[in-house]
């Protein structure tokens, strides 16, 4: 499995994508807001994370805080659903390949994943 999830008005997951591509990579484009993640496809993207749900969230979106995501308490459950239901709150890009996946933050970071 070799996939980018993608945000096209995202900068740096728009860097990812041009880098992937400069190399000839082939790769699943997933445009994550348009077809959302289920919690069983953010626990695996988790696992080959090695990340905890706080770590790939997007602390400063609207909804993070509407959600008070990072109040003490707040589950790593409630926190899967969240980016399930708030696509938006997922970090990005997200570049999956060989059973390894890295954020793309800086967007080089995809480049790990190659060698």
């Known amino acids: 499995m070799v996939v980018l999830y993608h945000n096209p008005r995202c900068s740096k997951s728009c860097a990812a994508l041009a880098l992937l591509e400069e190399r000839g990579v082939a790769f699943e484009l997933v445009r994550y807001l348009e077809t959302p993640l289920d919690e069983n496809e953010i626990g695996e993207l988790l696992h080959l994370l090695g990340m905890k749900p706080l ?7 609207a909804a ?3 959600l008070a995501l990072g109040e003490d308490g707040v589950t790593d459950q409630a926190m899967v659903e969240a980016m399930t239901a708030h696509p938006i709150l997922m ?3 997200v ?3 060989d059973g390894r996946a890295v954020v793309g ?3 080089e970071r995809v480049l790990e994943l190659l060698e």
Do not use: A, Q, S
């Not at 770590?55 to 979106?61: A, S």
């Open 105 to 107: 933050r800086p967007p």
């Open 91 to 93: 970090e990005r890009p």
């Open 64 to 66: 993070f805080k509407e």
């Open 95 to 97: 570049f999956v390949r």
């Open 55 to 61: 770590e790939l969230m997007r602390r400063g979106e």
